[in-house]
């Protein structure tokens, strides 16, 4: 089980926002190949979910209110340390994201976009495909949504 923290950008700690920044080019540049920019100056709008492991940090997604990101509450950068993928805390990790938009921001309809491998996954936690699949960052996705 993890220890969930739920914090503004300005409440991280500097390891804080090294763990998460490191976890995120772990897995999204170095892992998938993928040369992208990462630092897409959303992170201060964000609350930041983060999932720690025996004070590790394991697990993570940044959430935003409604008209940030898309016209709805959006959850994105939902990352596992390759490692651990196998404790499914891709589970928790969007189960804690999805109660934190609905407590900070009473929101239960909420949008992503979705890496389209991952569709089984987001299927399994609530969320319906919706359109057609697109290119980000050379990466097939598709936009998903979870309604109340």
């Known amino acids: 089980m993890l220890n969930i923290r739920v914090k503004t950008f300005e409440a991280l700690t500097k390891q804080e926002l090294y763990a998460l920044l490191q976890l995120r080019s772990e897995v999204f540049v170095v892992e998938q190949d993928c040369v992208y920019q990462d630092l897409d100056g959303k992170d201060d709008k964000a609350l930041h979910i983060l999932g720690f492991k025996d004070e590790?940090?394991?697990?993570?997604?940044r959430v935003f209110k409604p008209g940030v990101y898309?016209?709805?509450?959006?959850?994105g950068r939902v990352?596992?340390?390759?490692?651990?993928?196998?404790?499914?805390?891709?589970?928790?990790?969007m189960e804690a994201s999805k109660k934190a938009i609905e407590t900070y921001y009473n929101e239960t309809t909420i949008k992503i976009s979705?890496?389209?491998?991952l569709v089984?996954?987001?299927n399994n936690v609530g969320f319906k495909s919706i359109g057609k699949e697109y290119l980000?960052?050379?990466?097939?996705?598709?936009?998903?949504?979870?309604n109340s």
């Open 56 to 61: 590790k940090l394991v697990a993570y997604t």
């Open 114 to 117: 979705a890496q389209c491998y």
């Open 70 to 75: 898309f016209n709805e509450a959006s959850i």
């Open 136 to 146: 980000e960052d050379g990466i097939p996705h598709i936009a998903m949504i979870k």
């Open 79 to 93: 990352v596992v340390a390759k490692n651990q993928r196998h404790h499914k805390y891709g589970y928790e990790i």
């Open 120 to 122: 089984q996954f987001y």
